[in-house]
């Protein structure tokens, strides 16, 4: 009896743990996200389409340069896996299916927005384009970067339809299942669903409309996923 007490004991230690780290992430996430759409409008990034414009301002201001092209985003996502976990502990109760399905299709958006973002290419033909002398050289790597940034539009910054569309869907499912069953409160689900389903809307815009296209979409869409994980960090934090 005392071996069981003791190892129920270590078991709520360690989930304790990893709620508050799920937690403290949500937190950050949202932090991080707030200060990159001020950062985005505050110094009015170039627009997708500009490769000359990306150049300069990685060459001139290459910190601004990095959070205006969405570096801070790919932080997010690392720090989305504790509170994805966190989630998952909390919620499997409730639907162990659908949170393994969320889980699931989230690892594959982190995994797929990775592997497409085309920022440190852009960064890397940006170094070229500064240190070439020869104009013939110099628009070479600059039709480089116009073909890098073509690809990489259809998600704009910060992220590809391929990897925003599994990540929106797997918040909602988990923001369902907050909803059905009431554990984290109905205001986290309801944001969620409001966020992750304006976050569809925009990367379904991007996917059937020229680039940057879904940037309508888009201060509403960070706004309600600041303001989601922060309460998604607020009650994982209160987690007994």
Known sequence: MNTQTT????TDIKWKSLYKAGGVSAVIIGAILLIEMIFYIVTSAPDMADATGWFNLLHNNRFIGLVDFGILELYALVLFVPVLLGLYIV???????????????????????????????????SDLYAAATIMEIKSHFLAMGQATLALGA????????????????????????????????????????LANGVGMMMYFNAALAPAMSGSPFFAVFFLLTVIWFFLIGRKLLQEK
């Open 7 to 10: 190892h129920n004991q270590a």
């Open 91 to 125: 919620l499997k109760s409730a639907s162990e299916s659908y949170m393994s399905i969320a889980a699931i299709l989230a690892f594959t958006g982190i995994a797929v927005n990775f592997a497409t973002s085309k920022l440190f290419s852009l960064l890397t033909l």
């Open 154 to 193: 259809l998600g704009g910054i910060g992220g590809s339809v391929e990897g925003g569309i599994p990540l929106a869907v797997a918040g909602l499912i988990i923001s369902i299942v907050m909803l059905r069953s009431g554990i984290l409160g109905r205001t986290v689900g309801y944001f969620g669903l």
